[in-house]
Each structure stands twice: as C-alpha cells, then as structure tokens.
C-alpha cells in the first residue's frame, strides 16, 4: 500500500478508486472532499503525515488533480494505485441509478 494511502487511512479519511481525465479506465488513489473542504483535507494530511515517507507523499501531491463532483469534489492521485476493493465504489454508484 502506497504511503499516501496508509497515511490517510490510519487519520480516519476514506479512499477510493478513480479514474480521471485523460486516464483512460485506469484507476487511482482518490478522496471525497465536500466543497470547500481541499484546506480541511490538506490540513488533516499535514497533521498526520509520516515524516519518514515524506518524498513519497510529497512526490504524490506534486502530481494532485481534482473533479467537481457536484457539491463536493475529488482529489486524485494519478501514478499512486489505489489498494483495495473497487466493489464497493461501483455498489456506490449504483444505488444512485
């Protein structure tokens, strides 16, 4: 499991898969953010990051993209796999149908 992901797992932020633009159906790190949120989910990255992975999630956020996802938005990581079940992100999405 990527850095990132453990870091933000072990401060109680939920993951998820995504797949952006221009990334063709392959996945990634992402997280929900309600809108406004990008300070509030910076600041809880800071406040819980590993300071020995420190490049490893540095070089992540160098690489940071976002979404509208109508009220809220999604960070994503392009480069950084997302470990995990991707089931339960489409059961997600299907119960919008």
Do not use: W
């Not at 392959?26 to 989910?41: A, H, M, P, Q, T």
């Not at 999604?74 to 339960?88: E, L, M, R, T, W």
């Amino acid at each position: 499991m990527h850095p990132l992901q453990e870091m933000l797992e072990n401060a109680g932020i939920e993951t998820r898969s995504y797949s952006g633009r221009g990334m063709y159906g392959k996945e990634c790190l992402g997280v929900s953010i309600d809108r406004g949120g990008l300070g509030n989910f910076i600041a809880d990255v800071l406040e819980n990051l590993d300071t020995d992975r420190v490049e490893e999630i540095a070089e992540a956020f160098r690489h940071l993209s976002t979404d509208s996802l109508g009220l809220g938005m999604i960070a994503y990581f392009p480069g950084v796999p997302y470990n995990g079940s991707s089931s339960d992100d489409e059961d997600e999405d299907s119960d919008e149908g």
